[in-house]
């Protein structure tokens, strides 16, 4: 079975340049997440989506960072500008969830291995 | 506001010798706990879990102990092997709550 899927690994930009990374869940997952893990801290949920609607963004910073998930499958988080403080690893996670809405409780989440970008 | 705490940032064992990673939380509405493992330039991967109506659960050379009065939960590892040297992540979840709040986890480190 392949795991979630994440491009680019790596991204260097100047702070107030556009990024947008991309994730391809494990397949027949209906629930996808994105992470933002700085350096020394735990991941922090940015949102959830379950199939394509959006469960959770309430961290997530609607200024600058937007996120989509088309047909339910693929996603994209964008920043739009960039700043320093979004230098970080942003990790994709999928998960199985539950037909029918969102997951009473947190089933078992699978991470790609991240996209570390440095935000000069 | 961090809800969950492991505070200790490193933890070096010997081989063969026991590991234990601790980890605190503040929410009481927390009933499910999980441990993640991660390896430089990966993805954290889903280590073992205990729901809060279990003091202990136990998967091969790994147990996580929860003591919910103390908030407090431990992962042991035993026997401790060099593959096993990694960031650790305790996570957290309340019911009715898909969201999980993650420590800044532990690096262990075992010598050969």
Redo the contacts between chains.
Sequence with gaps: EAG?AQSP?YKIIEKRQSVAFWCNPISGHA?LYWYQQIL??????LI?FQNNGV??DSQLPKDRFSAERLKGVDSTLKIQPAKLEDSAVY?C?SSQGLAGG?????????????TRLTVL | DQQVKQNSPSLSVQEGRISILNCDYTNSMFDYFLWYKKYPAEGPTFLISISSIKDKNEDGRFTVFLNKSAKHLSLHIVPSQPGDSAVYFCAASGSNDYKLSFGAGTTVTVRA
Excluded: C, N, S
């Design positions: 979630v690994r629930t020394g801290q735990g991941p922090k949920l959830q469960v959770d990790l996670a969102p997951t009473r409780r947190a089933d078992t989440q699978y991470f790609g291995p991240g």
